[in-house]
Every structure is written in structure tokens, then in C-alpha cells.
């Protein structure tokens, strides 16, 4: 089993709509939790993080956390064209290391 | 702050020359990481350092691999000989403990490598 498995997409949105983003993982100590967004022939940039259980909001982004699920979702209220990209989603324990999913490829269709 | 800086951005070799891949983390920052991403294993962590010093280097995949940094503003990953499995994007990253959202990394632009 993979530590941080998510679904590789493509999700494609009509412009204007929610895009859900779903990530799961398997170690239950992991204690933060990251997403980062990766435009094709660029580097990774973080978008978000959550550390508690429940939901976590910054913009038109949304991040829920559910420890007791092991599973940490991103929202993405009125997507744009702009927003078409590899959505990476990133756990770690106390130990500074960082495990990345395979992350899930998002177009937003204008 | 000018992010983390790495060179070569692009490197095309001939498979059993040595690769040597460099990085400047940010000014400040005691964490630095090498990861490796490729279509089919995605990102993944190679290497990284706290405070100059090797902490964990179980990711690196073979002893044809190895890192070093000499001092808190460089660091440097070498590949030697090359294989054509060795093609991929190469990211340095960096983070400080101290800085707001915990332990984030940031990551320079890449370094893409082909080995032929």
C-alpha cells in the first residue's frame, strides 16, 4: 500500500464549478498535511496546509481533514481555466519528511 | 528572497558520464531536501539534510547516487556513471521549522536531466 494514494484523474470541471480533490494516507501519525498545485514543466507550489481535523479555507481553496479517516480533501470553489494543473497532495510525521501522491491532473474547461 | 536556485536546468549526457546537479536553498532555511520525479514513481524524496548533515538517504536508490553539502548554502547531488533510468526532474527544496506553516518546503525550479 502506498502511503498517500490519490485518484490520478483526469478531472475536468466546467469553469465556474467545485472540482473535489480526494487524498488518503496510511500512516496515523502523519501530523501535517499539505497540497501543492504543479503546472505542466514546473515546480510544485504549495497551496495549502492543515494540521487539525475539519475544514481549513483561503480563497476559492478548501482543505477538510478527517484523521479518523485518514483522508484530506482540497476544494476548489469557482474553478478557472487557471486552475488546470497536477494537484499534489503531501503528508508528514514529526520527522520533517514529506510523502507525496501521485497527484491528480485537473482541467478546467472554459 | 531569490527561492531555492538550481543548475544545470536542463542537462542532455551520454549514459556512464558523471552527473553533478548543484543547489542554493534559501537564506535561512536548516532544512534541505533532493527529491526525484518521474511519470511513473511521481515525487520522491531522495535525501535530506538538517543543518549540513545527512538525515535520512534511504530514498537514494543505488550508491551511483550521492549528495553533499559542504556548507549551509550549497549542496550538490551527484550521479556517476549515469543510466538512462536516471532521466528525470531532480528538485531541491528547502524549509525552516521557524517559518508560519511548519515544516513547508519550497522547491527550486528543477533541474531535468536526460541521460541517453
Redesign the interface.
Given at each position: 500500500q502506498k502511503e498517500v494514494e490519490q485518484n490520478s484523474g483526469p478531472l475536468s470541471v466546467p469553469e465556474g464549478a467545485i472540482a473535489s480533490l480526494n487524498c488518503t494516507y496510511s500512516d496515523r501519525g502523519s501530523q501535517?498535511f499539505?497540497w501543492y498545485r504543479q503546472y505542466s514543466g514546473?515546480?510544485?507550489?504549495?497551496i495549502m496546509?492543515i494540521?487539525s481535523n475539519g475544514d481549513k479555507e483561503d480563497g476559492r481553496f478548501t482543505a477538510q481533514l478527517n484523521k479518523a479517516s485518514q483522508y484530506v480533501s482540497l476544494l476548489i470553489r469557482d474553478s478557472q481555466p487557471s486552475d488546470s494543473a497536477t494537484y499534489?497532495c503531501a503528508v508528514?510525521t514529526n520527522?520533517?519528511?514529506?510523502?507525496?501522491?501521485?497527484?491528480t491532473t485537473v482541467t478546467v474547461r472554459a | 528572497d531569490a527561492g531555492v536556485i538550481q543548475s544545470p536546468r536542463h542537462e542532455v549526457t551520454e549514459m556512464g558520464q558523471e552527473v553533478t546537479l548543484r543547489c542554493k536553498p534559501i537564506s535561512g532555511h536548516d532544512y534541505l531536501f533532493w527529491y526525484r520525479q518521474t511519470m511513473m514513481r511521481g515525487l520522491e524524496l531522495l535525501i535530506y539534510f538538517n543543518n549540513n548533515v545527512p538525515i535520512d538517504d534511504s530514498g537514494m536508490p543505488e550508491d551511483r547516487f550521492s549528495a553533499k553539502m559542504p556548507n549551509a548554502s550549497f549542496s550538490t547531488l551527484k550521479i556517476q556513471p549515469s543510466e538512462p533510468r536516471d532521466s528525470a526532474v531532480y528538485f531541491c527544496a528547502s524549509s525552516s521549522r521557524g517559518q508560519g506553516a511548519g515544516n513547508t518546503i519550497y522547491f527550486g525550479e528543477g533541474s531535468w536531466l536526460t541521460v541517453v
Open positions: 501535517s499539505f514546473k515546480s510544485p507550489e504549495l496546509f494540521y499534489l508528514s520527522d520533517y519528511k514529506l510523502s507525496f501522491g501521485a497527484g | -
